[in-house]
């Protein structure tokens, strides 16, 4: 009778015992091939500081070049992610800038050097309100030196009093079929 029991409880569990096993198996095998999210690929990081070295003699489109096969090798690369944002700011291309600032904050949404940089865009593209929401962010994220979080809050300001040009505003005059005057020499 003990013989009975022993094999009776056997069968009931065996079923979830392989199951855990099995997903305990796989739980631990692909921790082993994947790599942590600050290890970057030194390829992409030596890419990155040549583009790097290429901001620093004005050559942006050449460090835009750099910084793109620097995140093609690792789209970790925060810092590239960063970087790029800069220097497609350099260019005026804030819209592009917030994108790339946000590509970082994907990988780390505390990072206080894209959340800065994507306000600075922000407020040069004229979105005040979500600018606001990154410096409110920064704010609560800053432990030492706030000083960059008391300017874009001062700069969110200011852009806000500027009177906003509305459509209605416009006086729009149709010239459909005129030709264009001619001004004597």
Not at 54 to 66: P, R, S, Y
Not at 99 to 114: M, S, V
Not at 158 to 172: F, N, R
């Amino acid at each position: 009778m003990q013989l009975k029991q022993i094999w009776t409880l056997i069968m009931r569990f065996s079923p979830a015992a392989i199951a855990l096993s099995l997903s305990f198996a796989m739980i631990s095998s692909a921790g082993i091939g994947s790599r942590a999210d600050d290890d970057i690929d030194p390829q992409s990081i030596a890419l990155l500081q040549s583009g790097q070295e290429a901001m620093k003699t004005g050559k942006v489109e050449e460090a835009i070049d750099w910084y793109e096969t620097a995140l093609a090798v690792d789209p970790r690369n925060r810092a590239a992610y960063i970087a790029m944002a800069e220097a497609v700011r350099k260019q005026g291309l804030n819209g592009k800038a917030i994108r790339f600032y946000k590509e970082a904050l994907e990988i780390d949404p505390n990072d206080q050097l894209a959340l800065g940089g994507q306000a600075e865009a922000m407020i040069a593209k004229g979105a005040i309100e979500p600018a606001r929401k990154n410096i409110a962010r920064l704010k609560m994220l800053c432990r030492s030196d706030c000083g960059i979080v008391d300017k874009l809050a001062l700069a969110a300001t200011k852009a806000s009093e500027k009177p906003q040009l509305q459509a209605s505003a416009l006086e729009i005059k149709p010239t459909v079929g005129e030709a264009p005057k001619s001004q004597p020499n």
